[in-house]
């Protein structure tokens, strides 16, 4: 998905998830097993950055991970995160946070045609009115 992005030339992306990558260490972006290191080397191939520094899980009996991630593709592009309390009996904090962008503006000026307002009886009158045998007899299947 990462790289979809990418190809696309798309300037600001934010990626939010559980990416259920509990052997990443965030803090020194090193991972244990090859799809960690994978993932890790998909972002700083594409210079992207994770903005959660808090763990995201807490299960009774076992180690806090960080597995919820917010991922920019520029770090002014995400601020203020806070970490909120657990929807449910979710054992993640729900996660709130700014995303820094303006929205783009289109050109609205481009010439639109109004399909729905066209006389097409008149067009189709015109069309059958039009001798096509007459007009083509002489032209090969390039010149019709």
């Given at each position: ?11 600001d992306i ?11 260490d965030?803090?020194?972006w090193i991972g ?9 080397e ?7 950055h ?52 303006e929205?783009e ?6 010439q639109?045609?109004r ?16 001798s096509?045998?007459e ?10």
């Open positions: 998905m990462i790289l979809d992005y990418s190809k696309q030339r798309v300037e934010v990626i939010v998830g559980d990416v259920n990558m509990p052997d990443i965030w803090e020194s244990r097993s090859e799809s960690d290191v994978l993932f890790i998909t972002l700083q191939d594409q210079f992207m994770q903005h959660v520094d808090e763990p995201t899980r807490f299960r009774s009996g076992q180690k806090p991970s960080l597995l919820d991630l917010v991922i920019s593709s520029k770090e002014e592009l995400v601020s203020d995160i806070t970490y909120r309390e657990p929807l449910g009996k979710s054992d993640h904090p729900s996660l709130s946070f700014s995303i820094n962008t929205p503006t289109i050109n609205t000026s481009q639109r045609y399909m729905d307002k066209g006389d097409y009886t008149r067009l189709e009158d015109i069309i059958q009115s039009i096509w045998e007009n083509t007899k002489d032209m090969n299947i390039e010149e019709t």
